[in-house]
């Protein structure tokens, strides 16, 4: 199969234009034939916790029902960032399309220090399947907690995704810690981060892949939009850039 790691630069609170972003970005992952496209967090809004209140949708909200749209008339499975409201909550939210299935959510299950105040836990695990590869979702500061990374080896993920804001101060740590989840439970890695600026901070992309051994694959710069693409099948690499 062919997964991608998404780098976009996104705009402050905009939901209508990320979505536009998205859309362009999900066209060059259909004419690669990718069969899975991962956002960063937060993608269609951007990290702006401030505004994550007044953003927030349900995660079956109609706004984004042109990424149902596209995964089925193109056969291609997606994840996007979004904050979602459950039950008077604020998460932070990936939110999974797959063809011709009814779309689902993965909430963050571990909150930065400074996210406390604003959003709510959750308390699950998110296990996707596609082309009989079993992959899992984290968001960002899922990817410190050793237990998650442990439950998705224990559940028999193929590969781990983590869906990031990194910014060029903290994104060294945070690639040392995917490449030792990839070399500790034989899985493949891959990071999705913005570029530009979010939520005050230089963003540093370099959206990433490792291969089961923790060896790094591929890495997007630091500057531009694009996909990197990983074929499991033959641990090949492509970088496009959309901008």
Same mark, same amino acid.
């Given at each position: 199969m062919k997964i991608a790691a998404a780098q976009i630069s996104p705009v402050k609170g905009n939901i209508l234009e990320n979505i536009e972003k998205h859309k362009m970005i999900i066209k060059a992952a259909i004419d690669h034939n990718v069969d899975l496209i991962i956002f960063p967090e937060l993608s269609i809004t951007g990290y702006e916790p401030e505004l994550a209140e007044q953003l927030s949708i349900h995660y079956e909200d109609s706004v984004l029902d042109i990424f149902q749209k596209t995964a089925d008339e193109n056969n291609i499975s $997606?994840? +996007?960032?979004?904050?979602t409201k459950f039950d008077d909550l604020l998460f932070v939210s990936s939110i999974i399309f797959q063809p011709g299935k009814r779309r689902n959510v993965y909430l963050k299950r571990n909150l930065f220090p400074t996210e406390t105040g604003i959003f709510s836990k959750g308390n699950g695990f998110f296990q996707m399947e596609v082309l009989q590869k079993k992959i899992s979702l984290a968001i960002c500061y899922d990817l410190s907690d050793p237990l998650h990374s442990q439950e998705a080896y224990q559940a028999g993920s193929d590969i781990y995704t983590a869906s990031v804001l990194n910014s060029v101060n903290g994104i060294n740590?945070?690639? +040392? /810690?995917?490449?030792? $989840?990839?070399? /500790?439970?034989?899985?493949? +890695?891959?990071?999705?981060?913005?570029?530009?600026k979010s939520g005050g901070y230089e963003c540093a992309g370099k959206s990433s892949v490792w291969s089961k051994e923790g060896s790094l694959l591929g890495q997007l710069n630091g500057e531009d939009e694009g996909i990197l693409i990983l074929d499991t099948d033959n641990d090949q690499i492509e970088k496009v850039y959309t901008n």
């Open positions: $997606i994840t +996007v960032g979004m904050p740590d945070d690639l +040392v /810690k995917l490449s030792n $989840i990839a070399a /500790k439970y034989h899985m493949y +890695v891959l990071m999705a981060n913005f570029t530009g």
